[in-house]
């Protein structure tokens, strides 16, 4: 069982950048890949970035590309999302999901757990 908490979330001007994190319980957090997801009012959840249990590995959506940035502190159960020049189309609740598996997928079903979001709100 692992849990999961989002934080920094926020509301920004566009250009403005943003960190979130998230927070894992358990001593496993190494064994996990860790993706992030968005979800606007209205449409459906989409994967934003992933990184491999090492961080060896990373991909991000081609709307990101270029602007966040994942990263992952396994000594601190921690994982992180920077977010730079923002847009007013990143506005979406922003998720935090793990599956116990060396490798991330972009696929919102294969993550087991996920935590309760934080709301990203960018203003043009």
């Known amino acids: 069982q692992v849990q999961l908490v989002e934080s920094g979330g926020g509301l920004v001007q566009a250009g403005g950048s943003l960190r979130l994190a998230c927070a894992a319980s358990g001593r496993t957090f190494s064994m996990y890949a860790v993706g992030w997801f968005r979800q606007a009012p209205g449409k459906e959840r989409e994967f934003v970035a992933a990184i491999s249990w090492s961080g060896s590995s990373i991909g991000y959506a081609d709307s990101v590309k270029g602007r966040f940035t994942i990263s992952r502190d396994n000594a601190k159960n921690m994982a992180y999302l920077q977010m730079n020049s923002l847009k007013p189309e990143d506005t979406a609740v922003y998720y935090c999901?793990?599956?116990?598996?060396?490798?991330?997928?972009?696929?919102?079903?294969?993550?087991?757990?996920w935590g309760q979001g934080t709301q990203v709100t960018v203003s043009s």
């Open positions: 999901a793990v599956r116990r598996s060396s490798h991330y997928t972009l696929k919102p079903e294969e993550y087991s757990y």
